[in-house]
């Protein structure tokens, strides 16, 4: 079998491994991991080195891909403790430098960190979502919203109708007071 695969194109060997992860012999196992890790097939890498007891590569693998998440539980279920602990810290580092704070926050909660901690990342997360938003492009959809609500009660008298007219107005009294402030 190893002759034929090693004749096979590198499409061909992803394939081949996809197909037959679990069937696969030992003689292929760890340049499999290597070739599906390549191929970006990081899952299929992974369960392939976690089902032939290679563990460490496993973890190597997912932390080559960034998953520390990943990484720290099978270390955690290959029974270590102390590695799985040293994965989430790491995780958590890199997470936290990659702006990735959803998984910051689950290696976090992970080491138990403080409530402190995690809310702080929660903060970071949302000011960094905060970033890419545009403003002024939420403001222009708000006040066109605002202007097809105003169109739609046009000769409209009854309680409801006014009552929406009046809220329309306040907030774009708000907007603009708001706007004023920042500028």
Sequence with gaps: MKEEFDKMTFE?????LVDNLRALPDSLAEEGIDILAQAG???????LARDKGKIDKAISVLVEAGDYLWAALIA?????????QELYREGL?????????GRAVSAATALGLSPDVIDDLY??????ESRDTDLAHS???IECAMQSLDLS???????????????????RERMASDEKEEK
Excluded: H, P, W
């Design 153 to 171: 009660l046009l000769g409209r008298e009854d309680e409801l109708s006014l009552e929406l007219m009046k809220a329309v107005q306040e907030q």
């Design 76 to 84: 955690k279920n290959a029974g270590q403790a102390s590695r799985s």
């Design 139 to 141: 403001r222009d959809m």
């Design 12 to 16: 061909e060997k992803v394939s081949f």
């Design 123 to 128: 903060r970071s997360g949302i000011a960094r």
């Design 41 to 47: 097939e990081t899952e299929y890498a992974v369960v």
């Design 93 to 101: 580092q890199y997470y936290i430098d990659m702006e990735m704070f």
